[in-house]
């Protein structure tokens, strides 16, 4: 299993990765550590109508997680491609016959591998949104952090939701298939997207869609909150296992059907 | 001769684990400042340092050329198995805690009936059911985001553990005894400002040092327990987040603000 994770870890480029991310992090935390923005670049500060310091350097130094881990997120979405099409260049399928491995090890060591960058990726999440709200001032940035944290598990469990259907069907399909079904579904999300832009009810964004509605929901629905954050990581979890069973079925018969 | 180097491996290790922490404690907590005054992200920015331990353990293994085995005898014990009913130590990790927690609670409020207050959840204006989900919500969240505790876990139970029992031989207790003591005085910078104790009482902070040494103790057992039987690091770095996470819901019925915690000792 150890080789295999490995494998999957080269051939993501995961050195480089971690040699990103890690730099990324020491970046933000020297850029918050030593130019918390409201003490050093005076010009970026003001005060509001009730003498409460604002900063738009906090906040937009609030904002940059959000855009760091929208970011990791694509490149793991990348992931799940990736270590399949690599494995299928270099026939991986051949080479493991002569293993003495068990037959779900290649399947899992896929699901360990993405399910395991999960976890480093929201851990790193954790790190850069403690930095952002520990050194700053504004109230408004520190508002957008408190959204955002309680934001990560919904999104995350979201995020390992269309990994356990991605690799399912990369696993399951190959690659040019499940590209295929990638795109129909994209494309089909786009269309449907663009349709509600053209004849559906826009009023919604203007009337629905404020941040301030949904910190007020959140502030006055705290049981719900903590029920999201507790139950969409176990379901979402929950879900990934299902798929990785299924996946291990639907695979062994491909590969008997190979033999 | 084997012994001897354990030693010096260990020495470096606490060198590390230490050095790095402390100077991380002196950056990150505002002078003068004591745990309370500090902002809640601010209280969390310096719990990163719960990190030092795994850093440690990594640059000593790259210092003293050990190796990065993943599972295994002399490894990080990275590795996770549910074979062989392991499954039962990862099952104990997330129960533990809450037990150990809710059986300290009642046994506060037996020694100390004024501590109970039916409608103090209500007094917060905190919803009650949420003080119910609370030892659920800890569960989840202390698996899910485990990085900090499983920093502090994969220094000192995947390093500095296995190097004590190897030192001590079959002697498990002081070795168990010494890894609590070494445990607990690295968190004294933080039980200095106020962490754990506050800063009102009396010995202030050497009884609270005390008092940390003897909890590391305590729970260093617990974990150490763990760790071994499951040859995993996981269960304590499950058991130790879960911990941190106060999975209690006996605490939405507990004012302590009723009573003097010294009139009540």
Known sequence: MGGLLYNAFVSVRGKKMIRISGIVTILFILVKRIFPGWRVITRYVSYDKNGVMTSDLDILLSLLPAVLIITALDVVNIWNSRCIESDEKNKIRTYLAALPLGKNAYVASKYVFIGITYFVLLSLSYVWYITAGAFSIDAYAIQMIDISMSLLMPVFSFALLISAEELFLFLVLGKKKAMMIKVGVCLLLGIAFVGWLLFGNLYIIEEGFYVDKLVDWMKTHTFEVVLIQILSPVISLLIYFGSYKLCCWFYNRKERDYD | ?265
């Open chain 2, 1 to 265: 001769m084997t012994k001897k180097k354990d030693l010096q491996r260990l020495l470096i290790f606490l060198g590390y684990a230490f050095g790095l922490t402390w100077l991380f404690f002196l950056v990150a907590v505002p002078m003068g400042s004591t745990w309370s005054e500090m902002t809640t992200y601010r209280q969390s920015f310096v719990s990163l340092g719960m990190l030092g331990p795994l850093v440690a353990h990594i640059l000593t293994r790259l210092v003293t050329k050990e190796g990065f085995k993943l599972s295994g005898k002399d490894s990080m014990m990275l590795g996770m198995s549910f074979r062989d009913r392991k499954w039962v130590y990862f099952l104990l990790a997330l129960i533990l805690p809450w037990v150990i927690l809710e059986l300290g609670n009642a046994v506060a409020i037996l020694l100390c009936p004024d501590l109970l207050d039916l409608n103090y959840a209500e007094s917060l204006g905190v919803d009650t059911k949420i003080f119910l989900l609370q030892p659920l919500s800890a569960m989840v969240s202390g698996v899910i985001v485990s990085f900090a505790a499983f920093g502090e876990e994969g220094g000192w139970r995947a390093y500095m553990m296995p190097k004590l029992f190897k030192l001590f031989g079959e002697k498990k207790l002081p070795a168990l005894i010494i890894g609590g003591i070494i445990w607990g005085l690295w968190h004294a910078p933080l039980t200095c400002i106020g962490h754990n104790y506050g800063t009102e009482y009396p010995g202030f902070p050497f009884l609270g040092i005390l008092m940390m040494c003897i909890s590391c103790i305590l729970l260093g057992i617990i974990l150490s327990f763990l760790s071994e039987r499951s040859g995993s690091v996981w269960p304590a770095a499950f058991m130790h987040a879960v911990f941190n996470a106060h999975p209690t819901a006996l605490i939405g019925l507990m004012n302590d603000e009723k009573i003097d915690p010294v009139k009540a000792l």
